[in-house]
């Protein structure tokens, strides 16, 4: 099932188009969006999606309807969902026709798909991949644009798509200097000696997941310590527990790096459990 609702227009059936043919989204990935969990009718930690995809558009300089359309557009679609149901919510803001216009704006809600669910559920396995710039390179230069969540996903997808040719299930990007930053769609988040921990964003150009802040914001529930630190890959083997994070996906436990077995922690089920997620 999938809902579309429409800036301007409410929600339409699924099948109608609704972009011009040169519009800067489809053909040059300039835009930006955000996909946030549905749970019990309402998008999940709205704000901090709508907080992140504006400071995403004021970084490609990239006008934006006002927040409250983008509520009300959320809202409509969720109306039009059963509300049993969980779901993945995209919003999505593009620079409009390249011959000018206005934005294009539209949100999507679709199930939640099978590859997320089944990490969820089962944990992944996932290779190392370098990205080819050092930990501190791409925070150094604005116009690479890191840490905006861009719809330019071309190479993210790829990736995901060798993983998958390699018999994983997700790609953990390394730096040139050996860190590891994050997935192409999921943040790094390990617990090590009673602290919850994920990959610096500011310093390192990786994007600051919902999720992942989420889970460090509350970690003193589950009476740990939480704080940003560099990680190199093979220094994940001695953690308690490492999840991939998203929020769609929620916590998937990473069960094998490099072919190198991790876990299973039984910390999995309180993760999931903090963040409101089916385990
Ligand atoms: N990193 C990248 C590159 C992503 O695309 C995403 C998800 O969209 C994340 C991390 C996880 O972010 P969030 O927890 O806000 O979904």
Redesign the pocket.
């Known amino acids: 099932m999938t809902v579309v609702a429409v800036l301007g227009r409410g929600v339409v059936p699924a099948d109608t188009p609704i972009l011009r043919a040169d519009d800067l989204g489809a053909v040059r990935g300039d835009g930006v969006f955000e996909?946030v969990h549905v749970r019990s009718g309402e998008p999940w930690l709205l704000d901090a999606?709508l907080d992140?995809m504006w400071r995403s558009a004021a970084r490609l300089e990239l006008p934006m309807p006002s927040r409250s359309d983008l509520v009300e557009l959320a809202a409509q679609a969720c109306a039009a969902w059963p509300p049993a149901g969980e779901g993945a919510l995209r919003l999505v803001c593009t620079r409009g026709p390249e011959s000018g216009g206005p934005p294009s704006v539209w949100v999507t809600l679709n199930e939640i798909n099978e590859r997320q669910l089944r990490g969820r559920h089962a944990g992944i396995a996932v290779r190392t991949l370098p990205l080819g710039y050092a930990v501190d390179a791409r925070s150094a230069v604005p116009a690479l644009l890191a840490g905006a969540?861009t719809l330019s996903y071309a190479v993210?997808m790829a990736c995901l798509r060798w993983a998958a040719a390699e018999g994983a299930d997700d790609v953990l990007w390394v730096s040139s200097d050996g860190y590891a930053l994050?997935?192409?769609?999921?943040?790094l988040v390990w617990l090590t000696d009673g602290v919850l921990c994920t990959v610096p964003p500011a310093s390192t150009g990786?994007?600051a997941?919902?999720?992942?802040a989420y889970l460090l914001a509350h970690a003193g529930e589950l009476g740990w310590a939480a704080e940003e630190r560099l990680v190199r890959p093979a220094e994940l083997a001695s953690a308690q527990g490492v999840w991939l994070?998203?929020?769609?996906r929620g916590p998937a436990e990473i069960r094998a790096l490099d072919g190198v077995a991790l876990g299973p922690s039984a910390e999995t089920p309180r993760v999931a459990k903090l963040l409101g997620f089916p385990t």
């Open positions: 996909t999606h992140r969540k993210n994050e997935a192409p769609t999921s943040t990786v994007l997941g919902t999720t992942a994070t998203s929020s769609a």
